[in-house]
């Protein structure tokens, strides 16, 4: 599939070359040219991460199928918890969460399989999801009572000013 990408940008390339090596060119042969070189100005610098879904097996070829799995999972979150919505465990949780999905789909996982992840790269990961829940707690905490939430920043940032 690349080669035979390649081969295709090589001919337009071909074309624009001689189109602009010929007589005068129009305003749509113009507008035709800048698209051109436009187009493969962009396709040269995505080309390193062009064709990863054709070196990975299982990987969506397009959005489009990456869409349908973010569609089954929200479809599974609603039937599982039962809201209309996104819970907010899938926002804070998302990465988390939509990975483990989309793997027990692929290959269901055994608790011996569970039993080998390493202690110390859970704990990380947990510590990193408990930043996130921390960010929404105070974004929470300002909405509900914002005076109360800027006088303690205040107490904070006093403190901090003052020598020890």
């Known amino acids: 599939m690349q080669a035979q990408y390649q081969a295709l940008l090589m001919s337009l390339c071909a074309a624009l070359l001689a189109s602009l090596s010929?007589?005068?060119?129009?305003?749509?042969g113009a507008a035709i040219c800048k698209?051109?070189?436009h187009f493969l100005k962009i396709t040269q610098s995505y080309w390193a991460g062009l064709f990863h879904c054709y070196d990975v097996a299982g990987l969506p070829r397009?959005?489009?199928d990456m869409e349908h799995l973010f569609g089954r999972l929200r479809h599974?979150?609603?039937?599982?918890?039962?809201?209309?919505?996104a819970t907010p465990g899938l926002i804070i949780r998302g990465p988390v969460r939509v990975?483990?999905?989309?793997?027990?789909?692929?290959q269901p996982v055994s608790a011996a399989q569970?039993?080998?992840?390493?202690?110390?790269v859970w704990r990380e990961e947990r510590r990193q999801l408990g930043k996130l829940r921390q960010a929404r707690v105070l974004q929470?905490?300002?909405?509900?009572?914002?005076?109360?939430?800027?006088?303690?920043?205040?107490?904070r940032l006093v403190k901090l000013s003052l020598p020890p």
């Open 99 to 106: 990975l483990s999905a989309l793997l027990s789909w692929l």
């Open 22 to 28: 010929t007589a005068p060119i129009t305003s749509a």
């Open 62 to 64: 397009t959005n489009n």
């Open 140 to 155: 929470r905490r300002f909405r509900q009572h914002p005076q109360r939430y800027l006088a303690t920043l205040e107490e």
């Open 114 to 120: 569970l039993g080998q992840v390493d202690p110390a």
């Open 76 to 85: 599974q979150e609603r039937r599982i918890t039962g809201r209309k919505v």
């Open 35 to 37: 698209w051109a070189s």
